[in-house]
């Protein structure tokens, strides 16, 4: 079965394997804009990025922008995604708009990007849950049929963030889960310009973080082992290592 945590050594919920069960298979689902095999791809990248000799040579430079030699890739993607793919995994803390939009003029629209970007934090997040664990990352997925379909939700505008995105006030019926009880956070709405984007973090993040509803309610650890101020102090530590914007 896919997700087996029972040899791991420790109790893990089940609502941990089951997220990322429905993450995995959405990935292997085709997306709006980029196939089920781009998908999948993305994800080997995300794995390739770790091992590339490249991508350590960017992140010790002074400045990324430099030649650093070919990334370490095995997939079919064109040079730009896998760049993409690379940089948001191994130095993310050094993405800028000018670098987006240098993206945009190579051939990756907004909407590929903020798809790429979902698939990307899933993967890292799903991968990192097994290396702290100790265990071997689980297979790629089978690529399910189909095409992209191409949706932009109509309620995507300019917001003042990098990408067009979907505030609560302009989300639709489609987009009305993205928003539990209408509130909205700049992390919620980074990705809303695809849904799924956002409906996969959300599926990771209620089971390997908190619920959305919870966070605003400090005595609330979602039935966690650990209390909230010790959940807090784990999420900031991981936050700094990653040098996430927050």
């Known amino acids: 079965m896919a997700f087996d945590y029972s040899k791991s050594g420790y109790a893990i919920r089940e609502d941990i394997p089951d997220a990322h069960r429905a993450v995995w298979q ?19 990248e995300t ?6 000799e490249a991508c350590r040579r960017r992140r010790e430079a002074l400045s990324p922008n430099g030649d650093f030699g070919p990334h370490l890739s095995t997939t079919h993607l064109p040079d730009v995604v896998i760049d993409t793919v690379h940089r948001v995994t191994t130095d993310p803390a050094r993405l800028s708009r000018s670098w987006l939009d240098g993206v945009n003029a190579a051939g990756v629209s907004d909407e590929q990007y903020v798809e790429l970007l979902g698939v990307v ?6 991968d990192g849950f ?3 664990l100790g265990l071997p990352l689980e297979p790629l997925p089978s690529a399910v049929a189909g095409s992209p379909s191409g949706y932009r939700p109509p309620g995507a505008a300019d917001s003042g963030a990098w990408v067009h995105t979907v ?13 539990p009880g209408g509130r909205s956070a700049n992390v919620i709405s980074a990705m809303s310009l695809v849904p799924d984007s956002v409906r996969m973090l959300l599926r990771l993040s209620d089971a390997q973080y908190l619920p959305l509803r919870s966070i605003r309610t400090p005595n609330d650890n979602a039935n966690s082992a650990l209390s909230r101020c010790q959940i807090e102090l784990l999420a900031g530590r991981v936050s700094s290592l990653s040098e996430c914007f927050y």
């Not at 959405?26 to 080997?44: F, K, N, Q, T, Y």
């Not at 934090?121 to 799903?126: M, N, R």
């Open 47 to 52: 794995r390739n990025a770790r091992f590339c």
């Open 121 to 126: 934090v899933a993967a890292i997040s799903i």
């Open 26 to 44: 959405m990935i292997a689902e085709p997306g709006c804009w980029w196939s089920s095999e781009d998908r999948i791809a993305l994800v080997a």
């Open 130 to 132: 097994h290396r702290a």
């Open 167 to 179: 505030q609560p006030e302009h989300a639709g019926e489609s987009e009305a889960d993205l928003y």
